[in-house]
């Protein structure tokens, strides 16, 4: 006891030490010691949530620091934080990934705690506005950064608890995507492609059909993807998509989709494109609708399904699964995905996570559906 007291002591004496020696700043730093860097502009707020942008490092004036030190005055509290984040922007600048060491061109590269995400392209479309690479780059990293922190809820994980962070990489020109496929995730095809295990991968063309350099596509799309990477990798790495919980794997990404878009648009299939779009994404009525008209037993064909061949309905009542999961037994969530990399079968998991078996699982989901889901559908986020 006399040692932590010891400790803590010298820790507080320390802290306030420096604390005296940083000085107060002045009028011109509003007592900080750093003056925002002007060149952001309207991606400032953008900027300070990431841990890197590639953009941001490469400013003239602040080196990705984001503010520089006040020259009135020398001194304030906010200092260190500047020093830190500077010598974090150099550190992920002097280690560029493969695509960046394979290509010659500017990408856009932004590091989240989750996610190292590379975009290149010169146009994308958000309604009516244009947006660069930087600015969809960004609402990529707002939007899957927001996400896994809902994942990490439902699955009581910390950042710890993944092996890597999952990279997302969207390239403008399909030759670019094509090499490397080639030559960095050895795969010779031209679609999108995932690669599980303890880096998870995704690379994409953003001129693929469903994106067709449409902003909020791709970013949804991201979100998608990056929730099954994070999934695959979560506690350890193991792709469930295999292990006949399709619907848990893509129940849970469309979640995702819905909760931050009110629209989905991903399908991962593994047959050619098959320009899905179910219901023009929207959901709810749609369950409300199948449900009412099929009344035969639908979850025991539909538990032991692997990822990427569910068939199109199949992806609908996956979702609502996972949404009756999140609003009726979230604890149950950690526990079956889990189990699930554990290979152990559906009906066990359900009978010692929800203490239900398949049949009473199917009646509590129907009934929760029809109690709860709206008649009308709600309305889609309009812009990013
Ligand atoms: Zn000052
Ligand atoms: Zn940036
Ligand atoms: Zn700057
Ligand atoms: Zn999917």
């Given amino acids: 006891m006399r040692l932590i007291l010891a400790l803590l002591l010298v ?19 509003q007592h900080t010691g750093v003056k925002t860097c002007s060149k952001h502009k309207k991606l400032l707020a953008a900027e300070k949530e990431v841990l890197y942008c590639s953009v941001a490092a490469d400013c003239p004036t602040c080196q990705g620091g984001l503010g520089v030190d006040c020259n009135r005055c020398s001194s304030g509290p906010d200092i260190p934080a500047l020093e830190e984040r500077l010598a974090r922007v150099e550190a992920f600048r002097q280690r560029p990934n493969a695509p960046q060491k394979l290509l010659d061109q500017t990408m856009v590269r932004i590091i989240t705690p989750h ?9 994308f479309k958000d309604g009516p506005r244009n947006m660069s690479a930087h600015e969809v780059a960004h609402a990529l990293a707002t939007e899957a950064e927001k996400a896994a922190e809902l994942l990490d809820q439902q699955l009581q994980a910390k950042l710890f608890h993944y092996a890597h962070r999952s990279n997302i990489w969207f390239w403008g020109e399909l030759d670019d995507h094509v090499q490397v496929m080639r030559e960095i995730l050895e795969v010779n095809d031209k679609g999108g492609f995932t690669l ?13 059909e469903g994106l067709k350099n449409d902003a909020m596509a791709i970013v949804s799309n991201g979100v998608h993807i990056g929730i099954h990477m994070l999934l695959s990798n979560a506690f350890r790495p193991q792709w469930i998509g295999r292990q006949k919980a399709g619907w848990f794997d893509d129940g849970a990404a469309h979640w995702f989709e819905d909760k931050l ?55 609908v009542l996956s979702w609502s ?15 079956l995905l889990i189990g699930y990399k554990d290979k152990r079968p559906t009906r066990d998991l359900l009978r010692e996570n929800l203490d239900m078996s398949l049949l009473q699982v199917e009646q509590a989901w129907r009934q929760w559906v029809l109690a709860t889901y709206p008649v009308k559908d709600p309305k889609p986020r309009k812009k990013l």
């Avoid at 004496?13 to 730093?29: D, H």
């Avoid at 599980?196 to 693929?208: I, N």
């Avoid at 009110?262 to 199948?290: M, P």
Wanted: net charge negative; aromatic share 12%; hydrophobic share 30%.
């Fill in 261 to 315: 878009f009110g629209r989905i648009s991903t399908y991962c299939i593994d047959e050619a494109k098959a320009n899905l779009d179910y219901e023009d994404g929207k959901w709810h009525v749609a369950v409300r609708k199948y449900l009412q008209k099929h009344k035969e037993n639908l979850l025991p064909g539909l538990m032991k399904k692997l990822s990427g061949t569910l068939w199109e309905e199949e992806h």
């Fill in 11 to 29: 820790f507080s004496t320390s802290s306030w030490a420096q604390e005296e020696s940083l000085g107060t700043g002045c009028n011109v730093c």
């Fill in 115 to 123: 996610f190292d995400i590379l975009l290149s392209g010169k146009k």
């Fill in 196 to 208: 599980y295990g303890t880096e998870p991968t995704y690379s994409c063309w953003t001129g693929e």
């Fill in 321 to 335: 699964l996972y949404d009756w999961l999140v609003a009726e037994h979230p604890q149950a969530i950690k526990p």
